[in-house]
């Protein structure tokens, strides 16, 4: 069975790579543009994991990570944001706002495959 990816991203060409990425890997994605639409795509569907830009127009990814982490059906979804900002101070408010793990950009291939698989493995230990 293939994983589900949920890529929330409001850059189209950034969006497109993570979907690319995603595709190499074996999983299906999900697009999203911002904060609100991964909100309603999260009514439709809901997917193995999540990748989360932190900057975003409208809901950005600090702000969409807490309603998550808040909402029951999505509380343990596995959640990467990605962002531009690699001050510690911005890696910290990630985390703090639930993101299980924070890369910058432009993250590779084998570092964003590694901790997709991590995370998934993860989920699955503690199902």
């Given at each position: 069975?293939?994983?589900?990816?949920?890529?929330?991203?409001?850059?189209?060409?950034?969006?497109?790579?993570?979907?690319?990425?995603?595709?190499?890997?074996?999983?299906?994605?999900?697009?999203?543009?911002?904060?609100?639409?991964?909100?309603?795509?999260?009514?439709?569907?809901?997917?193995?994991?999540?990748?989360?830009?932190?900057?975003?127009?409208?809901?950005?990814?600090?702000?969409?990570?807490?309603?998550?982490?808040?909402?029951?059906?999505?509380?343990?979804?596995?959640?990467?944001?990605?962002?531009?900002?690699?001050?510690?101070?911005?890696?910290?408010?990630?985390?703090?706002?639930?993101?299980?793990?924070?890369?910058?950009?432009p993250t590779g291939m084998d570092e964003l495959t590694g901790h997709?698989?991590?995370?998934?493995?993860?989920?699955q230990v503690e199902a």
């Amino acid at each position: 069975m293939s994983h589900s990816v949920l890529v929330v991203e409001d850059d189209e060409q950034v969006r497109r790579l993570l979907c690319d990425m995603v595709s190499l890997m074996g999983f299906s994605s999900v697009e999203a543009v911002d904060g609100q639409d991964a909100m309603r795509k999260l009514q439709q569907q809901k997917p193995d994991i999540m990748l989360l830009d932190v900057m975003m127009p409208g809901m950005d990814g600090i702000a969409l990570c807490k309603t998550l982490r808040n909402e029951e059906a999505t509380a343990h979804l596995p959640i990467i944001m990605l962002s531009v900002q690699s001050r510690p101070f911005a890696i910290l408010e990630g985390l703090r706002a639930g993101a299980d793990r924070f890369l910058t950009k432009p993250t590779g291939m084998d570092e964003l495959t590694g901790h997709i698989n991590d995370l998934l493995e993860r989920r699955q230990v503690e199902a």
